[in-house]
Each structure stands twice: as structure tokens, then as C-alpha cells.
């Protein structure tokens, strides 16, 4: 079907205000990813759902940070008390085989939350 | 993998030219790697990939190079074409991993 969706494709917020941002994966993958590209960077990965296991939380920068995915399926990243250093945008990828021990699981991405702090 | 701030690399080519692109990867154990094409104003999109116990893999018009003598990787294109202007990722990943590791980028611009 579709590819990965977000929404909204743009956020702006004042400091100090939560933002949640959506992510709806291609229907049928198992692996969730949530990065963040700031202005002319590579990505960051900040978290990773594997079906029903429990999320690797890794690379949240702090813990105004946290995501969920309900149903295995939608996941909504929540960032609490935005700072101005938080903006950038926001990817959402998702696999079919992102597993351990899978090497060839292919991410497709969203096009992503432009997130600006003001 | 991390990123080198504003000033990515830049590779600038004459439209019909070929573009080399280049990557430096990070882990020896990394045994899968791919190529990512990034328009502005959109996410990543997956170009090529290739398996370590390969060292070659073509596409239709790119061509990825693997020397894991040197841990390094390129992405060739043929003929490039102004709608390759984008920013290239090269990402790593290791068996019995999830995580994909993405380099900096390289932005490629192509000249009409």
C-alpha cells in the first residue's frame, strides 16, 4: 500500500510546550525507527520498535524524550518541554525484517516533521 | 557516523558525467551496507545495497563498490542527470544488529 506517512509535516511550538508527532508505518513491517536530521546533518537514531519486544531506547538525548507504537503499528514520538535545541526534523523509518540477526532489512522512510521551537 | 555540521561535503558534476561518491565506514563487523539518495524536503530513499561477501553490486545506473580492506564504500552513477541532485547517505549495519549506522552525507549537485 502507502508508503510511511507522518504528520504534521510541520510543527512550530513555543519553548516549554509538548509536541507529539505521528507515524504511520507501511502496513505489515515489524521494524519501527524514529531519527533526527538537524539542518544540513546526518541522521541521529533516537529509538527502534521490533514488534511486540520492548523498545530500544538508546539514542534519546534526554528524558523529555519518549515514544510508544500502539498496536504495533502507529507510534507517536512525544518531546515535553521543547527546547529550541530540539529543533529539527523529525524521520520516522519502518522494516519489514528488523530483527536480530536480519542484515538486509531495508528502511523506508516517512517524509518526515519539521519542528520548530520557538 | 555522526554528522560534520553544516558544511557537508560537496561533489559538483557536469550533467552526462559520471559522480563518485565516497564513504568511509566506521565498524569492520558491519557486513551490510546501503546507499541512501535524500531529496530536500524529503525523507531518505533506499538506492542500492550491498552484502559483504560481495564487492561490487550494479543498479540501473549506479554501481556500489565495497573494499572492506579499507572500510570504505562509493557509489558510482552513470550519466549523471539533474534529478540526482540530492544528498547521498551511506549506512552500515551489522548481523545480529538492528541499528543502521548513516554517515554525514555528500551532497551532489549537478551542473545543466
Known amino acids: 500500500g502507502a508508503g510511511v506517512s507522518q504528520s504534521p509535516s510541520n510543527k512550530v511550538t513555543e519553548k516549554g510546550k509538548d509536541v507529539e508527532l505521528r507515524c504511520d508505518p507501511i502496513?505489515?513491517?515489524?521494524?519501527l525507527y524514529w531519527y533526527r536530521q538537524s539542518l544540513g546533518q546526518g541522521l541521529e537514531f533516537l529509538i527502534y520498535?521490533?514488534?511486540?519486544?520492548?523498545?530500544?531506547k538508546s539514542g534519546l538525548p534526554s528524558d523529555r524524550f519518549s515514544a510508544e507504537r500502539t498496536g504495533g503499528s502507529v507510534s507517536t514520538l512525544t518531546i515535553q518541554r521543547t527546547q529550541q535545541e530540539d529543533s529539527a526534523v523529525y524521520l520516522c523509518?519502518?522494516?519489514?525484517?528488523?530483527?536480530?540477526?536480519?542484515?538486509?532489512?531495508?528502511?523506508?522512510f516517512g517524509p518526515g516533521t519539521r519542528l520548530t521551537v520557538l | 557516523g555522526e554528522s560534520v555540521g553544516l558544511h557537508l561535503p560537496t561533489l559538483s558534476v557536469q550533467e552526462g558525467d559520471n559522480s563518485i561518491i565516497n564513504c568511509a565506514y566506521s565498524?569492520?563487523?558491519?557486513?551490510?551496507f546501503i546507499w541512501y539518495k535524500q531529496e530536500s524536503g524529503k525523507g531518505p530513499q533506499f538506492i542500492i545495497d550491498?552484502?559483504?561477501?560481495?564487492d561490487k553490486r550494479q543498479g540501473q545506473r549506479v554501481t556500489v563498490l565495497l573494499n572492506k580492506t579499507v572500510k570504505h564504500l562509493s557509489l558510482q552513477i552513470a550519466a549523471t542527470q539533474p534529478g540526482d541532485s540530492a544528498v547521498y547517505f551511506c549506512?552500515?549495519?551489522?548481523?545480529?544488529?538492528?541499528?543502521?549506522?548513516f554517515g554525514a552525507g555528500t551532497r551532489l549537485f549537478v551542473k545543466a
Open positions: 549506512a552500515e549495519k551489522g548481523t545480529g544488529g538492528f541499528k543502521t549506522i
Open positions: 550491498i552484502r559483504s561477501n560481495m
Open positions: 520498535f521490533q514488534g511486540n519486544s520492548a523498545p530500544d
Open positions: 502496513s505489515g513491517h515489524t521494524a
Open positions: 523509518a519502518s522494516s519489514y525484517k528488523g530483527r536480530s540477526g536480519s542484515a538486509t532489512d531495508t528502511q523506508y
Open positions: 565498524n569492520s563487523a558491519s557486513d551490510y
